[in-house]
Every structure is written in C-alpha cells, then in structure tokens.
C-alpha cells in the first residue's frame, strides 16, 4: 500500500473514530464538554446574555458565518430567554435520544457547535449556509431558513 492511500484511510478513520465520539456523546448525554478541544475558546459564568456576548463567542472559536449562526441563537431560543437556554445553556436547539442536550456554559455550547459544524459542514457542497442548514434539515420546521434571514442584527 502505498503512502499516501495509507494516509487518506488514516484520514478517513480519524473522521469515523469523531462522529462516533459526538454520536455516543449525544445518545449518552454525557457532559460536552469531553470532547471539545483543550485549545477551544470557552466562556464561563455569564449571568445575562446578549446576542454582542454571543457574536463574540462565535467569532472567537472561528465559527463560519457567524452572522448566520448568532441569528440561529437568537431565534432557537427567543432570543436568549428560552428554558433551554436559561437553565441547560443550549443555545442551538441541539438534542440527544434523551432531549435537549445540557451544557454547563453558554461558551461551552458555543464551542460544541463549532466541533459539530466541522463534521457537517463543507463550503464547497453548498452556495450558502442557507442552503447547507435546510438539506441537512437542522429545523423540522420547513421556514427555519425564511425565518432567521428575516431576523435583523446590528451587523445586518
């Protein structure tokens, strides 16, 4: 076998062996932070968050579209009010077999959401991040993508 097949397959189970670990994570409810990268920026102790705290958060772990991205934490959770955002720091809408996934910061939500967009998401598949959010069906909800372009930030 030549060198660089041997790379492309060790490449190829690197990807399985960290779909596997969100997979499990998900499915266990296990704490999420065990599998976000020691390097990742995590906030921790935030008592209000507004949607300047959260842009920073998603700017700071290198999120791509993170003008996009702050409208799905505001519109997945009634802009920083919800239950799940309030009291399990979901600011995505992320669920598991067992429901809505906790974490233990916003930051640490923030930083999960990175880990799962670097799995799913490929620039070159798609013309938008639009496009990418409605064929992966991340919202049951056939208008997600009609309804977080209408949602107006002060960096529209």
């Not at 704490?31 to 705290?53: H, R, W, Y």
Request: with cysteine; charged share 20%; aromatic share 14%.
């Amino acid at each position: 076998m030549n060198r660089s097949l041997r790379w492309i397959i060790v490449g190829v189970l690197s990807m399985f062996c960290v779909i596997y670990k969100l997979e499990t994570r998900s499915h266990n409810n296990e704490s999420a932070t065990m599998f976000i990268p020691k390097d990742t920026v995590v906030c921790k102790n935030i008592d209000t968050l507004t949607s300047e705290i959260v842009y920073k958060m998603i700017v700071d772990n290198y999120i791509v579209n993170p003008d996009i991205v702050l409208k799905q934490a505001i519109l997945e959770t009634g802009h920083f009010t919800s239950r799940a955002c309030l009291e399990d720091n979901n600011l995505f809408g992320f669920v598991s077999r067992n429901g809505l996934m906790k974490f233990d910061s916003p930051g640490e939500c923030v930083a999960w959401y990175k880990q799962w967009q670097k799995i799913w998401y490929n620039p070159f598949k798609y013309k938008d991040y639009y496009q990418f959010l409605d064929s992966i069906g991340y919202a049951t909800n056939g208008t997600y993508t009609s309804q977080l372009k209408r949602i107006r930030t002060e960096w529209n």
